[in-house]
């Protein structure tokens, strides 16, 4: 099973980006994936994460309405839309996978991380 993360780039503040997460070796439909960031000097940082089996999504608060986690079955993929950036979402994202089909909750750990990709919001 591998996660590939990829979508990161350096963008200005107010922009937009859109994170890829793309399976192999795994369909994603009963699991669990959840988009984390980890900036220098900080601990990681759970951002989103969906239930795919039941659609639950979630937000940090640091997040939630700027960022928009969806899929693409037909892609095995799931994204992470990030609109309005600012310099305090700059960090390494990754996201990660978990076999689950609990539609009330999230995962306390997942079994599959993919490589991280770079997000730099400035000016």
């Known amino acids: 099973v591998q996660l590939q993360a990829s979508g990161g780039g350096l963008v200005q503040p107010g922009g937009s980006l859109t994170l890829s997460c793309t399976a192999s070796?795994?369909?994603?439909?009963?699991?669990?994936i959840g988009w984390f960031r980890q900036a220098p000097g900080k601990e990681r940082e759970r951002v989103s994460a969906i239930v795919l089996a039941a659609g639950l999504t979630y937000y940090s608060d640091s997040v939630k309405g700027r960022f928009t986690i969806s899929r693409d079955s037909a892609k095995n993929a799931v994204y992470l839309r990030m609109t309005n950036l600012r310099p305090d979402d700059t960090a390494v994202y990754f996201c990660a996978g978990a076999p689950w089909a609990d539609p009330t909750a999230f995962p306390y750990e997942y079994d599959y991380w993919g490589q991280g990709t770079q997000v730099t919001v400035s000016s």
């Open positions: 070796g795994v369909t994603l439909d009963a699991h669990a």
